[in-house]
């Protein structure tokens, strides 16, 4: 147990003394990108993030496949912070 205390001890000394830990607090994101937000879980991302922040905007890129639901986000498609693109990733 001490010894997994130790373990865990140096590892929070590594990540506070690492250059590659930003400082988050002046850190304000102008896009915000989804991808597959037509899904069943990322479309509700969607809409949180669309009503939770509207100084942000939201990307949502989907290629629409068979598990995809475009009337999920019905109530947030005429948002002024909201856009859908549609599109594959892969290509």
Do not use: W
């Not at 001490?2 to 690492?18: T, Y």
């Not at 969607?46 to 009337?71: E, G, H, M, T, W």
């Not at 693109?85 to 892969?90: A, D, K, P, S």
Request: proline share 3%; hydrophobic share 40%; net charge neutral.
């Amino acid at each position: 147990m001490a010894e997994m205390d130790a373990r865990a001890r140096s590892m929070s000394d590594l990540v506070e003394k690492s250059a590659f830990v930003a400082d988050d607090s002046c850190y304000k994101p102008k896009n915000i990108m989804v991808t597959g937000g037509a899904g069943f879980i990322a479309s509700h991302v969607c809409i949180l993030l669309a009503k939770k922040y509207p100084q942000f905007k939201i990307v949502n890129f989907d290629r629409l496949d068979y598990c995809s639901c475009l009337a999920n986000l019905d109530e947030i498609k005429d948002y002024p912070n909201y856009k859908f693109v549609q599109g594959n990733i892969c290509s």
